[in-house]
């Protein structure tokens, strides 16, 4: 399979008449129609997660699950989960139904044949400030010079540990903040932490350091995390 775009895409989209005057779809559903429409075309299905749809429109991760159920309700999209054993869902496929008529399209042949004779586009250096996925969610975007003052300050080891859990926060709380690099710190000062050990070995919890049965929202709010 080929690999899907993981940062902010250059492509033009298309939107089909049926969802571009579609009364019930908001504005967001249809432009991410068009990506979907895209991806569908090019890979046979699209694969990003709502995560990168949210970062890419500046939006929360609660929009863009509205955007796929208004386009769920109008039957405009099919989505497959894939499970492991376990049944955690391994990959989401969403597949756009509606069709394209290319004939339709006046000058798509002539764009065609221009593009063809034309030379090779220059490829441009990703700038320094690009932001690119981390994480096993793909839901941490950091630029590279995030990603360099992290290992400045840190050993990979620690960015990799804080880069996970940070990620795992986001995806079950449905964050979606504007700047991962300044969200993650607590994530970094979690992960440098030394943790507690018991007499026997074990690990203790931040409840179990206070030393409290029964926890009080002043301790709660006092506790390290």
Not at 46 to 60: E, L
Request: proline residues 5%; contains cysteine.
């Amino acid at each position: 399979m080929l690999n899907q775009p993981e940062r902010k895409p250059d492509y033009f989209i298309q939107i089909p008449p049926e969802v571009l005057f579609e009364t019930k779809l908001s504005a967001g559903a249809k432009l991410f129609y068009g990506e979907v429409l895209f991806l569908t075309y090019t890979y046979g299905f699209c694969s990003q997660k709502n995560a990168y749809f949210a970062a890419n429109h500046d939006v929360s991760l609660r929009t863009v699950e509205n955007w796929i159920k208004e386009l769920k309700a109008l039957n405009l999209i099919k989505v497959e989960l894939i499970r492991k054993q376990n049944k955690e869902v391994e990959l989401r496929k969403i597949f756009a139904l509606a069709k394209i008529d290319f004939s339709k399209m006046t000058g798509l042949n002539q764009i065609s044949v221009q593009a063809e004779a034309s030379p090779p586009a220059r490829i441009t250096k990703p700038s320094p400030k690009q932001k690119k996925p981390y994480g096993a969610n793909q839901n941490v975007f950091l630029s590279d010079n995030e990603m360099e003052e992290l290992l400045k300050n840190h050993t990979k080891e620690q960015t990799e540990k804080a880069i996970e859990l940070y990620s795992e926060w986001k995806e079950d709380k449905g964050a979606n903040p504007r700047s991962d690099f300044n969200s993650m710190q607590w994530a970094l000062r979690e992960i440098e932490k030394p943790a507690s050990i018991t007499k026997c070995g074990r690990r203790l919890t931040a409840v179990q350091e206070s030393g409290c049965d029964e926890v009080s929202e002043e301790t709660l709010a006092n506790l390290p995390f």
